[in-house]
């Protein structure tokens, strides 16, 4: 797909139908997730998989943001390593892990997955929920699968602010 055409036609499914996504266009989507820079090439993003009921179950004990995808990404990062900006007030991992979870949400637009990406959980209670190792810490979830037949994007999905409202242009 030409990649204008995935950034529009992009938007958050909320409604999915029970069809699971196929194993080609799961290492497709996830494989992007290799193409993401990261600071220093640190690489310290960590993707986790699910699609079994009951880890859903236990994603769905977190949030009601699942919408019933059949697959659902939760991405995280070693916060063992990280970069460390100067002045040490920021590090690369919540930064690094979004440009990831970015790549994966386009990756499943081009591979034709729906895709909506979660941040209305406790990030915490999440990575207790699925036992996840004590040094990663959780930056979002990314819901994958088909949407359900007559779900369509929200009506203020193509309404976009005029450039003047959002960049300037400096000298």
């Known amino acids: 797909m030409e990649f204008t055409e995935v950034l529009k036609n992009r938007y958050s499914c909320k409604k999915y139908s029970d069809k699971q996504v196929s194993k080609e266009a799961l290492e497709e989507i996830v494989n992007a997730s290799r193409t993401a820079p990261t600071a220093k090439n640190l690489q310290e993003h960590r993707i986790h998989v699910y699609q079994s009921k009951e880890k859903l179950a236990l994603i769905d004990s977190v949030t ?8 659902v990404i939760v991405v995280a990062f070693d916060k063992d390593n990280v970069f460390v900006y100067p002045g040490e007030k920021r ?28 941040n209305f959980f406790d990030p915490d209670k ?14 979002m979830i990314l819901d994958l699968g088909y949407s359900a037949n007559g779900y369509n994007p929200m009506p203020n999905h193509s309404i976009r602010k005029d450039l003047s409202e959002t960049v300037s242009f400096e000298k």
């Open 91 to 118: 590090d690369s991992g919540v930064e690094d892990a979004t440009i990831v979870a970015t790549h994966l949400m386009l990756a499943a637009q081009n591979a034709g997955v729906d895709s909506c990406w979660v």
């Open 64 to 71: 009601p943001c699942r919408y019933n995808a059949p697959t």
């Open 126 to 139: 999440l990575k207790k929920a699925l036992d996840l190792p004590e040094n990663e810490e959780v930056l």
